[in-house]
């Protein structure tokens, strides 16, 4: 019973699970997490996988600012608009969009208050 061709659900495709992605050697293909991952994410965690390192990317929060930390205004705007979205993991991806949502806040909050200012009183006389 032990032997793999006698194992109900033996198959390659159900041995992997649904952690896996992309096409399987018989041509099909499998849905999971990692079909979100662009191939330069899968080679940066296979690097890193196979130096023993962690599965991020902590040299560049030496060099400055993340963006979990970077106030709400044009450098933040100007940075999310610098980046390539497919390169990033998905931690890197969760803080990208928090980021997105601060600056967008911000962005409301200055609107809110030019049309408080545009309609005030004061200038309408």
């Known amino acids: 019973m032990n032997e793999p061709s006698k194992r109900p659900n033996a198959s390659p495709r159900a041995l992997a699970g649904s952690m896996l992605d992309g096409p399987m050697m018989d041509g099909s293909m499998m849905d999971g997490p990692m079909k979100a991952m662009s191939p330069g994410v899968v080679d940066f965690l296979f690097r890193q996988l196979v130096a023993g390192e962690p599965p991020e990317d902590v040299q560049w929060r030496k060099e400055g600012l993340v963006l979990g930390e970077q106030p709400a205004g044009a450098e933040l705007a100007r940075r999310l608009a610098e ?7 998905p931690g890197e991806l969760f803080d990208y969009v928090r980021a997105a ?25």
């Open 83 to 89: 980046v390539d979205l497919e390169s990033l993991t």
């Open 101 to 125: 949502q601060r600056l967008g806040a911000w962005a409301d909050r200055l609107r809110e208050a030019a049309v408080a200012l545009y309609c005030s009183p004061e200038r309408m006389a």
